[in-house]
């Protein structure tokens, strides 16, 4: 079993920044990818970013290309989040999550969850 922790998460005003983080521990993926989703009040968990490991190509859902970057960790399973230009609207829980695809944007394609930190952003 694969063991995901975020954390980084808190209150920012709006135009700030925040940076999340992603450990992953336990069992190993093979061709795998290591997502970023997130679930605001009322609202779909929805997709927000992922990298594929083994390649590095990164992929960003429209509502945070250009305000939000994925890294990796050099030495061990870790992915972060870079958070910038926040908005009111980009409050929510967010959810790192793994999984065996090369890339995919759909949450039933990700096999492990971490329980999720919470990203509150005020006006």
């Known amino acids: 079993q694969v063991q995901l922790v975020e954390s980084g998460g808190g209150l920012v005003q709006a135009g700030g920044s925040l940076r999340l983080s992603c450990a992953a521990s336990?069992?190993?993926?093979?061709?795998?990818?290591m997502g970023w989703f997130r679930q605001a009040p009322g609202k779909e968990r929805e997709f927000v970013a992922a990298i594929n490991w083994s390649g590095g190509r990164t992929y960003y859902a429209d509502s945070v290309k250009d305000r939000f970057t994925l890294s990796r960790g050099i030495a061990k399973i870790t992915v972060y989040l870079q958070m910038n230009s926040l908005k009111p609207e980009d409050t929510a829980i967010y959810y790192c999550?793994?999984?065996?695809?090369?890339?995919?944007?759909?949450?039933?394609?990700?096999?492990?969850w971490g329980q999720g930190t919470q990203v509150t952003v005020s006006s």
């Open positions: 999550a793994g999984g065996y695809s090369y890339y995919s944007t759909r949450e039933d394609d990700y096999a492990y």
């Open positions: 336990g069992r190993t993926f093979g061709s795998y990818v």
